[in-house]
């Protein structure tokens, strides 16, 4: 981050902490600095929220205790006593000073610490490995603030459960009925219970977009990625998943939907849905699929319905799968980059293995599927 960039950030948390409002333009300048330095998020968050600053670095690469506790004392003292005046140029200095050390510091950090899933091996034939994904999730309240999900989450009682919606939510959230999106990145996965009890597995790249208590109507969700849904009966408001290309309709019913691409797929293991898109709409029962072929809903049997349940039940499913869609779910799934050497052709595989196993171990697994070799160099995968 240029030390311009640094300076506006933290002049501008310095305002929030100290209770002023921002005007719009400011406003503006803190969310495009926010999406251009992700990173600084949550230290300014938590200045903000607690009135201090919590540096996410190693408090002993440089001295900035001495300035630390003055900022601390300089924001708690002022909220205490308002009438007081207080030298704010100080504290956003102080401000600066603490920001750009704690976000230079930890995007240094960030970038100097080998990842702990990578391990160094002479098993499966290579000489690094790679640890498979876990289950991690970040939630974003819209309009108020964020939780990174590493268990399991009960939004209204605290950890004890999966990310879980009760219907009998706490009167304050039924007021503000917030949205609330999941976010799965590369790497991960994780599975929710929503308010009307219905439930949602969802792959790495993934997010779903949601009300924390659904409307009389209806049950309305939007899906980026893939996800497979189990959903509570309720004949008076149908369940609906919104993609950025169909609309998904049940009642009562299991299905899988990936919309990775622009050719997302519906597949039907239990019950009735409806799908549309640019204004065509199919019925399905059970055992069927549905595929956006350019601007075509094509209906066919559904021969594989293990890849409509291998997000739930945890492992990869290669059936009907040409070598690209089966790299691309690996890629998802060990946050690697992909490196090919070599045409891959189209022609499709069948099996499958756990999603628990080493990349390593997959490589194997691999080669004797395809007869390619697969060589893993720190997070890239070479299929030569």
Not at 11 to 39: C, D, F, W
Not at 66 to 74: A, I, S, T, V
Not at 259 to 268: A, G, N, R
Not at 307 to 323: C, D, S, V
């Amino acid at each position: 981050m240029i030390n311009q960039d640094r300076i506006v950030l933290a002049e501008l948390a310095a305002s929030l902490a100290k209770g002023q409002t921002l005007t719009k333009s400011e406003e503006e300048q803190l969310n495009q600095l926010l999406i251009k330095y992700p990173e600084s998020r949550d230290i300014i968050l938590n200045m903000i929220e607690d009135q201090q600053v919590v540096l996410d670095f190693n408090p002993q690469l440089t001295n900035v205790e001495q300035e630390w506790n003055e900022f601390h004392h300089l924001i708690r003292d002022s909220i205490q006593e308002e009438r007081k005046v207080y030298p704010w140029k100080r504290i956003i200095s102080i401000a600066a000073l603490l920001l750009s050390i704690g976000i230079g510091s930890a995007i240094w950090w960030k970038n100097n610490q080998e990842p702990n899933y990578l391990i160094k091996t002479n098993q499966f034939g290579q000489h690094t490995d790679i640890l498979p994904g876990t289950s991690f999730a970040k939630l974003e309240v819209i309009g108020e603030r964020s939780y990174e999900l590493k268990e399991s989450f009960n939004f209204n009682e605290g950890v004890h459960g999966e990310l879980s919606y009760s219907q009998n939510l706490k009167s304050e959230e039924k007021d503000k009925n917030k949205i609330h999106r999941l976010n799965i990145p590369k790497r991960s996965y994780y599975s929710l219970v929503l308010s009307d009890g219905s439930k949602v597995w969802l792959n790495s790249e993934s997010e779903l977009e949601y009300l924390a208590s659904f409307s009389t109507k209806e049950r309305r969700v939007k899906l980026k990625g893939e996800g497979y849904f189990e959903i509570a009966k309720d004949p008076k408001r149908p369940f609906i998943v919104e993609t950025n290309l169909m609309e998904v309709r049940a009642v009562g019913t299991a299905f899988s939907v990936k919309s990775y691409t622009d050719e997302p797929k519906v597949i039907l293991t239990e019950g009735k849905i409806e799908v549309t898109s640019n204004k065509s709409k199919i019925a399905l029962v059970a055992g069927q699929k549905v595929e956006l072929l350019g601007t075509h809903l094509q209906m066919d049997k559904s021969e594989n319905e293990e890849e409509a349940l291998a997000i739930k039940e945890g492992y990869f499913n290669f059936n009907e799968k040409n070598i690209q869609e089966i790299l691309d779910d690996i890629r998802r799934w060990y946050g690697v980059d992909l490196v090919v050497k070599r045409p891959l052709g189209a022609k499709k595989y069948m099996g499958g293995i756990d999603r628990n196993v080493t990349l390593g171990e997959l490589c194997v697994l691999l080669k004797k599927l395809t007869n390619f070799d697969y060589v893993i160099e720190d997070e890239k995968l070479i299929i030569q």
